[in-house]
């Protein structure tokens, strides 16, 4: 029941041999996520083990080149590889343009269907939803048209305490409503309060990613109570002007954003490449937010199960 | 005076995390030209040294993804970077379309020029020369419009044995005369042959690349007396057949023809992603073609200076 969070590039806009541009994998329940496609993001999917043929959905936030510039190399290789089930792409209007170049320049050999989901609201909007999870979209606040993304996990079914099942003869029709929710009266008016007879296996799990954006009020309500947080974190403090003139945003912005959510981790990444060494980042981060972590190339960042 | 290839990718159209798509630098006297651009080519530029303003012309062999899709974010790095002054791609001529695509959406900022010279002609084309080289294309047997680069350096003027400058006590003007390629007869009869008194500092040395094509016989007038010669090897002799159907190569075609361009060097590269290992590929060459190496990643191949 994994829900983690593995960053493939914490690079900005100037990637370095070591720092690739922003892609990033959220796996739920073995099910991988897409976030963002910068230059390379194949052969890095590669590198850290994710097969290409789990992902079926993939969420762009802006169509700045760092954050999609290796979608073309993507696409020709699932279609290489054998893809023939629809793939979906999460992103902004104008990647509609970008997509038909694609297909009409690369796009020959194509052998299953890329669909595009327009991202437009600029509020929360469910933008995918099932039994498992729920995904939304919210705007942030860039100089172009720029979203963030949250992952809901969705609330399992209740468990039924097994003991009792034994003690008070549950029969399977009674089984089936306690798992729902229902509570039950009895012929004999015997109450079994849901409460007392069942439990929920675990606490649903979330996670919000934010880049690129500088700092919002609005942001807090959009990534409230999340687990995780991924937040770009471009500069440092002493870049502070830079950081806003440029509409992102710096490591403490970062960390003041997760505290207003009330996350329990903090994953910065997006650095500007000055910082050949991002843990003066790290170290302004966690003087508002302990729990801040480096997103680093193929760190893995788990959201445990709570019961 | 440095005459070496680099390849920084040899993988063919599937690249795996530790062999990337085709892109290559050529070291000409320090001056480095960038030959095709597949994704990663940037970082791979990082990571092996080469620094990015040095680059001044770019050559594409064909417009299929793995040897183009790391020009659009080579092109805005080098914008970010501050590049001021022009650069030039030569590419077949549909990379037009590619290139107003790149400009309409990503084109914005970009602070300098991007010419591109389109590659047409079907024989042998003098495409760019200067005093120290001179750069030809020549069409490839592949499924597109595909053409390989020949960069033949330039005779150098020749030098003047110093024993005999002050022996015949040479005046400036004779010395200007002798290194221009004359005879000098001085006014009192005597004769200065000019192959007595000058020589040829270096042999010029010559370079091809061909990547991608099925053999042909017209191949070898263009790569003829090359020294060096980069040839596609994307598949073994078993695979024989895949090769030509595809309009690929073999290693045994790639020995065959550095064998009939009577070259001293022969470099493999853009193997199959079924070849984890292309040693097989190596041997299978190296039984025609004895001085066959693999084109290893970030590895530097030398053409050294012969007098």
Known sequence: MKFSFTSLGCASALPSADRFPSAHVLNVHERLFLIDCGEGC?????KWGYPFLKIDNIFISHLHGDHIF??????????????????RIFAPAGFSEILSFFM???GEMLNYEIVHKSLISQDMDTIMEDRKIKISSFPLNHRVDCYGFRFDEKRPARNIHKALI???????????????????VRENGQILENLSFTYLPYIPRSF????????????????????????EATFGREMAETAHSTMHSTAEDAAMAANAAGATKLLIGHFSSRYKDPSILLDQAREIFPETYIAREGMTFDIPLLK
């Open 42 to 46: 194949q052969m890095l999917l590669r």
């Open 70 to 87: 290796g979608i073309f190399g993507l696409l020709s290789t699932m279609s290489m590889m054998g893809r023939t089930s629809q793939l």
């Open 104 to 106: 009409d320049h690369f």
């Open 166 to 184: 034994d003690e008070y003869k549950l029969t399977l029709a009674e089984i089936a409503s306690l798992k729902s929710g229902e509570d039950i």
């Open 208 to 231: 919000a990613y934010c880049s690129d954006t500088a700092p919002f009020p609005g942001l807090t309500r959009f990534i409230s109570g999340c687990d995780m947080i991924y937040h």
